[in-house]
């Protein structure tokens, strides 16, 4: 049974890596509630400001620049390439300097470009200013590896689910406050058109830069404070515990086989009864012969009493280890990207994430063309609606997968990924065959799949922290680089179909129906791995 409290008293807290086993999302005085906050608000900021161009591009800007149906599809198009690129780099930058600086460089950064907006003057220079915007998108990764820092297996998957959904909803509140911002300039405020749309984007440069600010001097790297002394605490921990070894191996590389003594204990496959730990709840099923760790609301490690979780000294120490983040060294680096389990967790959100990008980009055109009665201004307004559902329908994907997770295992999260972009596709297919011009079809289509298309987000990064989580920057970097990939894909088949929006959308519901099955054999996690369960 759900405990309303936990959304703003403070939480219990593992007392390895002192990460919060509930979310205080109410509760900003509370360090994990700051964290939380600043994560979801500043990545929406991000994303308001990466798709600020789409709400005003179709009607107000492209008469201003002169611009083409192509010159548009080709913008929309570069807008995701610099963001690919930021997502693989940004996933390494945070495992090797940390995801609260890596956040904050990618927010000052591309705001730089947004405040230079004003400056276009063509179609080439769109362009140029579009890509470098891009980089406000690479913020997600930061934002996923930094939440994944602060909460615990049990509630990491709701955790990344509601600040990515948060966050992703700046897709839907760009098509609402760049309209209305720019309707303010011009009606309120006597600004002509080829001026106002230019003044528009200081708006989201200021909010950028103030949030960026706070969160670098409001906010810690990690729950046991500098990223650099990470692995200090996990080991004084498990000293405090009567148990010796070392966290992090010098120099620095980090590796999925076991490095355990003969005859301990270890956890060999994905089945939690295997280690006798349910890894969900962080109760131990077998009697072992070690210490026992209280989880308190403070971190204060106790010793026997109520509500403990006991736990073997191996398996303590497997633990600390599967939870530290280290450097990586470029073989290394390889071999994650490449695992098949990592390939699973890119291709889904190739399918699901890519799709959202490509159909944000489009959608206030595609009910342009469709229902031209509604303008730029009420087509912006219906077109919100897609990345605003964010906020419940992402955020769902991450509580079922948690739930599911809680009362089955890894598996449990896999098969629900697969599910719902299965169900996605046939939604997408639905919404290209058809081609409504019935708002209520329409609109009740497009709900539709938004719900099964986000959810599948949200399930997805339920499930990224469980694999190689020795290198969750870099797992979480390439994920969210080949959502970034699809987007690029399925705007590329947009740009050469014209206003055929229809077919398109049907296109990519076959592609993700067919790719989401060919990935549904693969284990969700590694044999052997350590930690992650």
């Given at each position: 049974?759900?405990?309303?409290?936990?959304?703003?008293?403070?939480?219990?807290?593992?007392?390895?890596?002192?990460?919060?086993?509930?979310?205080?999302?109410?509760?900003?005085?509370?360090?994990?509630?700051?964290?939380?906050?600043?994560?979801?608000?500043?990545?929406?900021?991000?994303?308001?400001?990466?798709?600020?161009?789409?709400?005003?591009?179709?009607?107000?800007?492209?008469?201003?620049?002169?611009?083409?149906?192509?010159?548009?599809?080709?913008?929309?198009?570069?807008?995701?390439?610099?963001?690919?690129?930021?997502?693989?780099?940004?996933?390494?930058?945070?495992?090797?300097?940390?995801?609260?600086?890596?956040?904050?460089?990618?927010?000052?950064?591309?705001?730089?470009?947004?405040?230079?907006?004003?400056?276009?003057?063509?179609?080439?220079?769109?362009?140029?200013?579009?890509?470098?915007?891009?980089?406000?998108?690479?913020?997600?990764?930061?934002?996923?590896?930094?939440?994944?820092?602060?909460?615990?297996?049990?509630?990491?998957?709701?955790?990344?689910?509601?600040?990515?959904?948060?966050?992703?909803?700046?897709?839907?509140?760009?098509?609402?406050?760049?309209?209305?911002?720019?309707?303010?300039?011009?009606?309120?405020?006597?600004?002509?058109?080829?001026?106002?749309?230019?003044?528009?984007?200081?708006v989201p440069f200021i909010c950028i830069v103030a949030v960026a600010t706070a969160l670098l001097v409001c906010c810690p790297d990690t729950p046991t404070g500098k990223w650099s002394e990470r692995h200090l605490a996990a080991e004084q921990n498990l000293a405090s515990h009567g148990i010796t070894g070392d966290v992090?191996?010098?120099?620095?590389?980090?590796?999925?086989?076991?490095?355990?003594?003969?005859?301990?204990?270890?956890?060999?496959?994905?089945?939690?009864?295997?280690?006798?730990?349910?890894?969900?709840?962080?109760?131990?099923?077998?009697?072992?012969?070690?210490?026992?760790?209280?989880?308190?609301?403070?971190?204060?490690?106790?010793?026997?009493?109520?509500?403990?979780?006991?736990?073997?000294?191996?398996?303590?120490?497997?633990?600390?280890?599967?939870?530290?983040?280290?450097?990586?060294?470029?073989?290394?680096?390889?071999?994650?990207?490449?695992?098949?389990?990592?390939?699973?967790?890119?291709?889904?959100?190739?399918?699901?994430?890519?799709?959202?990008?490509?159909?944000?980009?489009?959608?206030?055109?595609?009910?342009?063309?469709?229902?031209?009665?509604?303008?730029?201004?009420?087509?912006?307004?219906?077109?919100?609606?897609?990345?605003?559902?964010?906020?419940?329908?992402?955020?769902?994907?991450?509580?079922?997968?948690?739930?599911?997770?809680?009362?089955?295992?890894?598996?449990?999260?896999?098969?629900?990924?697969?599910?719902?972009?299965?169900?996605?596709?046939?939604?997408?297919?639905?919404?290209?065959?058809?081609?409504?011009?019935?708002?209520?079809?329409?609109?009740?289509?497009?709900?539709?799949?938004?719900?099964?298309?986000?959810?599948?987000?949200?399930?997805?990064?339920?499930?990224?922290?469980?694999?190689?989580?020795?290198?969750?920057?870099?797992?979480?970097?390439?994920?969210?680089?080949?959502?970034?990939?699809?987007?690029?894909?399925?705007?590329?088949?947009?740009?050469?179909?014209?206003?055929?929006?229809?077919?398109?959308?049907?296109?990519?519901?076959?592609?993700?129906?067919?790719?989401?099955?060919?990935?549904?054999?693969?284990?969700?996690?590694?044999?052997?791995?350590?930690?992650?369960?």
């Open positions: 049974m759900f405990d309303v409290t936990t959304l703003w008293r403070a939480p219990e807290v593992n007392p390895i890596n002192r990460k919060a086993r509930s979310i205080p999302g109410l509760n900003p005085i509370n360090m994990y509630g700051r964290v939380f906050t600043f994560a979801w608000f500043a990545f929406m900021l991000a994303f308001w400001s990466w798709y600020a161009f789409p709400p005003l591009l179709t009607i107000t800007i492209a008469k201003d620049l002169g611009l083409t149906p192509i010159d548009i599809a080709n913008s929309n198009i570069i807008a995701l390439v610099a963001t690919l690129l930021v997502r693989l780099v940004a996933g390494p930058a945070c495992d090797r300097f940390g995801p609260r600086y890596t956040f904050a460089a990618c927010l000052f950064i591309g705001a730089i470009p947004t405040a230079l907006a004003g400056a276009v003057t063509s179609a080439r220079g769109l362009l140029a200013l579009r890509f470098f915007i891009g980089i406000l998108g690479g913020s997600f990764v930061p934002c996923q590896v930094w939440s994944t820092g602060f909460f615990d297996k049990n509630v990491v998957g709701s955790a990344n689910a509601f600040t990515g959904g948060f966050g992703n909803a700046g897709g839907g509140i760009t098509y609402f406050l760049m309209p209305a911002i720019f309707d303010s300039l011009v009606y309120s405020h006597g600004l002509s058109a080829h001026v106002a749309w230019r003044v528009t984007f200081i992090v191996d010098v120099p620095g590389g980090f590796s999925d086989k076991k490095t355990h003594s003969p005859g301990s204990e270890s956890p060999l496959d994905d089945r939690k009864e295997d280690s006798g730990i349910d890894y969900a709840t962080g109760h131990s099923h077998a009697g072992t012969e070690t210490g026992k760790i209280d989880f308190t609301a403070t971190g204060i490690t106790k010793g026997t009493g109520d509500h403990e979780a006991q736990i073997g000294e191996q398996q303590m120490l497997d633990t600390a280890r599967g939870e530290v983040i280290q450097k990586p060294t470029l073989k290394e680096a390889v071999h994650v990207v490449f695992s098949p389990q990592t390939l699973v967790l890119m291709g889904g959100y190739f399918c699901s994430f890519g799709a959202e990008l490509a159909i944000n980009s489009i959608l206030g055109a595609y009910y342009i063309k469709n229902f031209p009665a509604e303008g730029q201004t009420g087509s912006g307004n219906w077109a919100a609606m897609f990345g605003l559902l964010n906020v419940a329908f992402r955020p769902l994907g991450g509580i079922i997968s948690d739930s599911i997770y809680r009362h089955s295992n890894v598996w449990g999260k896999k098969i629900l990924l697969h599910s719902l972009a299965i169900i996605t596709g046939v939604f997408l297919i639905a919404i290209g065959v058809t081609n409504s011009h019935d708002t209520h079809t329409m609109f009740g289509l497009i709900a539709g799949m938004a719900f099964f298309l986000e959810a599948g987000n949200g399930a997805n990064f339920s499930l990224v922290p469980h694999v190689h989580p020795y290198a969750n920057g870099i797992v979480s970097g390439v994920t969210g680089a080949a959502g970034n990939l699809g987007g690029i894909v399925f705007a590329i088949i947009f740009r050469f179909n014209g206003v055929n929006y229809g077919k398109v959308f049907w296109i990519i519901g076959i592609m993700t129906i067919a790719i989401n099955v060919s990935l549904s054999w693969i284990r969700p996690i590694p044999k052997g791995q350590i930690g992650g369960r």
